[in-house]
């Protein structure tokens, strides 16, 4: 019996009931907050840094995907490798035997991370911190993991340990035995290395969460604390790392920093099938792998699939091929010396930070008593709902895609694709003047939508 299935055909007749079908079987949450916000649209395609509608409208996308789709949607290059990889009918995942596409990407992987040896490959960011977890406790046989203030590792009960924002943490205890320190604070770090049972400290470069960089000199400092301890260094690259900061790791910034694990995710993938990648030194892969009877440890089930390291492979080959990390250099330091501009315009704009295409904008408290006092009467109702009446007109009426940094936050995030160009650049600067023009003129739509998010902040209170 032949079966049929057109996945066209499917989405052709169902398509129109994705919120509905959403609210029924999923998360009910997301489509009624989208409603809310009115960020409920239709896309019915994607190329590079744009969606686009049915009626062929483009919508500039400054989200990536939370940084999945780093060289933008349905890249050709890696597009046809999931084609070709597809096409070649491989004996994949057959869990014993050694197929050549990991470790080619492996191979690849390690070639921009010169101190590091081996890669062990699963499915996830989360994963990856995970893995990285396991095997540091296991390599120093201390139990205890540091990590800092407002981090953000993952959602798995592991990587949820070494969460630093309260709000993903409760209800879930208990939780392994882990200790937040405020990021870039040393005699905190060194107060808890000195307790002796302190595994690894892990660190974002520069946390998602307001977008806020280690100060100069912590990474390499932190290091040689933690060395001294005998504990490790685990840098989550996970959103960071492939180019993002302008740099293939955002550790590289800093002269002498060496991890001793390593986490990438996210744009690995190329937008299309999940991977992520813990890369460490060979002591601690030889410790936790010591004999035939550990060869499986640790694994994972979709773990080093043909179609993730296809993906993967590719999307490695167009960074060096298009030179993106040096595009991002560019184009980072265009829009963010455009918006540092703006500072000195508007009294509610306080600061623009990060570094290539990750920069938050956050605001703050204006000067002048008219805007003063309806700053007041938002922060009264809900920190941060300044910044989602920024992002939701961004949206509604200049067709660009933004987040808010975090709950509680009033900064905006920009994570764009990569392959965002001067072009995409000018549209945001230019959409997010006119948004910035309407909050200080004291009046008009975007007001009127902050009254509607304060009654639903006091409803939900």
């Not at 916000?37 to 896309?43: L, P, S």
């Not at 990889?85 to 992987?109: H, I, K, M, N, Y």
């Amino acid at each position: 019996m032949t079966t049929e299935f057109d996945l066209g055909a499917l989405l052709a007749e169902r398509g129109s009931e994705r919120y509905e079908l959403h609210a029924k079987h999923l998360n009910p949450q997301l489509p009624r907050m989208l409603h809310t916000i009115g960020f409920d649209k239709v896309y019915e395609r994607a190329e590079g840094a744009h969606f686009f509608d049915a009626e062929g409208n483009d919508y500039l996308d400054m989200l990536a995907g939370f940084g999945v789709m780093g060289l933008g949607r349905h890249h050709p290059v890696v597009r046809k490798a999931l084609h070709d990889v597809l096409d070649l009918d491989l004996a994949d995942l057959t869990r014993f035997d050694c197929q050549p596409l990991p470790g080619l990407l492996a191979e690849r992987l390690l070639a921009q991370s010169p101190h590091l040896d081996r890669v062990f490959f699963g499915n996830s960011g989360t994963e990856a911190v995970e893995t990285a977890l396991k095997f540091a406790r296991y390599a120093t046989g201390k139990p205890r993991v540091l990590y800092c203030d407002h981090a953000f590792h993952g959602l798995t009960t592991g990587s949820l340990s070494v969460n630093g924002e309260r709000g993903f943490r409760d209800g879930f205890a208990p939780l392994l035995p882990d200790t937040a320190v405020p990021l870039g604070d040393l005699d905190a770090l060194d107060r808890e290395l000195r307790k002796g049972d302190v595994a690894a400290l892990i660190v974002e470069p520069i946390q998602g969460k307001g977008v806020h960089e280690a100060p100069p000199g912590y990474l390499r400092a932190a290091q040689e604390l933690l060395r001294g301890h005998r504990a490790l260094l685990i840098a989550d690259e996970v959103q960071t790392g492939l180019g993002r900061t302008g740099d293939f790791y955002a550790y590289q910034h800093e002269d002498g920093v060496e991890p001793d694990l390593v986490c990438v995710a996210k744009a690995l993938s190329g937008g299309y099938v999940p991977v992520g990648a813990t890369l460490g030194k060979e002591w601690i892969f030889k410790k936790v792998y010591s004999s035939m009877d550990r060869v499986l440890v640790h694994s994972a089930s979709f773990g080093a699939n043909a179609q993730a390291m296809a993906c993967g492979l590719a999307v490695l080959a167009v960074m060096e091929n298009e030179q993106i990390v040096a595009g991002v250099r560019r184009t980072g330091e265009l829009l963010k010396s455009r918006l540092t501009a703006l500072i000195d315009k508007y009294e509610m704009l306080a600061d623009v930070r990060g570094r290539g295409l990750m920069i938050g904008i956050e605001f703050g408290k204006p000067s002048s008593l008219k805007l003063r006092s309806r700053w007041t009467m938002l922060q009264a109702a809900r920190k941060g709902l300044f910044a989602q009446m920024v992002v939701v007109p961004l949206l509604q009426r200049h067709r660009i895609l933004t987040q808010v940094s975090g709950d509680h936050l009033e900064v905006i995030k920009l994570i764009p694709p990569l392959v965002v160009d001067e072009a995409d650049v000018n549209r945001f600067v230019d959409a997010f003047t006119a948004v910035m023009d309407d909050a200080h003129s004291g009046g008009g739509l975007m007001w009127d939508f902050g009254k509607t998010l304060i009654k639903q902040a006091v409803a939900h209170r």
